[in-house]
């Protein structure tokens, strides 16, 4: 295990068949496994036809890349380009983020090694079937782009220049306009660079205090979120506009209904409530359908998937059957109304909802869920967030070199952060939360290599 923590520096014949090993396994990794090619996904027609976008203006950087795409290549074969494109830019992302972690903290290659392959952990979730990166989704580019932020905040992180810090936070503004929600990543790294320009200043005496502080003050922003989310659906019963957080709340906001809600509308929206009802009833989708198991989120993501697409065929039908000329933005009307309105009714059970979908999204966050062997995820899991967590708490204790460990603290910060988020807005689908699972493990190598006694000190530029 010598060479995990010695020097980085090897002889040329060992730094080459170093980088070929690299090269191979990324090659073998994102073109030889699984299903070849281009592949489509649920949402890959809306980016095509930028149709149903979740926020008007939102969600435009994946189409504008399709777009690109179809400039360069034609209309015939920029389907089959945009996943090499989106695979060689996940290859040279992860190599320069991983050479540069095992470079800067005085890694071997064996360390190298084996960081190479958890980093590609990150895009699993789909496998068997293929690598992330062959479907054509918003995950093909937000996962590398994030890890590109990564590396830039990592770089100040160090003690680099102040730049790296503004130029992670122009990629997370790129990632906004790839993914909405990933807006939480520019969030923590801004919260968590403010800690750090305490802590400089303050010294590691009353880091554990600073921790707890900022915790706090995670909770609370949590708080307010939900708080301003509740306030902003409210507002969508005098809506008439359509959009993919819409729908996702819709899903959910089904499962709530109860026959005594029917009580809280009149006319032609008591009509198509009651046959809503009706339906979800008759099909199982209500909450009292609901698994008892936190561990059959599959279930529950499906019946809230279910919603989703059932009620816009009865509600459609039923204006297709009064023949209305504005039967689409009555549809849309009428449908965000019974939203707001189920929203705003049943609070309790819908925070309940969103705790209930949060388990699954934590262990998602950092290990596939496969049905045979979930419990042993969950179990696995667990331990996981517990040893890493005792060993940042020891490590900040100990006054250790906060370059070590702080990178695991923005990982948890966001993981933590991302749940949340993606099971307020959306449903928290393992492709919502991934983007963590590979630095999570990456991050706690570095955490241990910071426990020796001998390690790398690592100097803040800025200072000098």
Known sequence: MADLYFTHRLSWKKYFLYFLYVFALNFFFFFLIGEKGSLWGKDTIHYILWSNLPIKGGYVIYPWFLKGLRFIHGEKLYFEYAYIYQSILSIAVDILLIEYIRTKYRMGHLAGMVMHILILATYSYTLPGAVSSHYLLTEGITIPIFLLSMYFYLRYLNGESYIYLLTSCVVCIVLYFTRQQLIVILLVYLGIAAMNEILER???KHSLRIYLLSLCIILVMAVACIYGYFRYVSGWEYSEENNQLIEATTGKALCLMTEEDSMLYTGQDREIYNELYQDCKTNGRLLENFPHSIMDYEEIHKIINENITEHETIIWEYFYRLQSDNGGLDAYAVRNRITAT????????????????????????????PSKWRLLCYIFSIL?????????????????????????????????????????????????????????YVFNIIMINGLRKDKYEIQDDRKH
Do not use: D, W
Request: hydrophobic residues 50%; contains cysteine.
């Open 202 to 204: 303050i010294g590691p």
């Open 342 to 369: 189920e929203t705003s009714n049943h609070r309790a059970e819908y925070l309940g909802l969103i705790l209930r979908l949060m388990p699954s999204s934590l262990v998602a966050s950092i290990f596939v869920q």
């Open 384 to 440: 996981m967030y517990l040893v890493t967590v005792i060993i940042i708490i020891y490590s900040i204790k100990q006054r250790q070199i906060k370059a070590y460990y702080l990178p695991e603290v923005i990982v948890l910060s966001i993981i933590f952060c991302n749940s949340i988020f993606c099971n307020i807005l959306l449903y928290g689908q393992q492709r919502y939360v991934i983007y963590c699972m590979g630095l999570f």
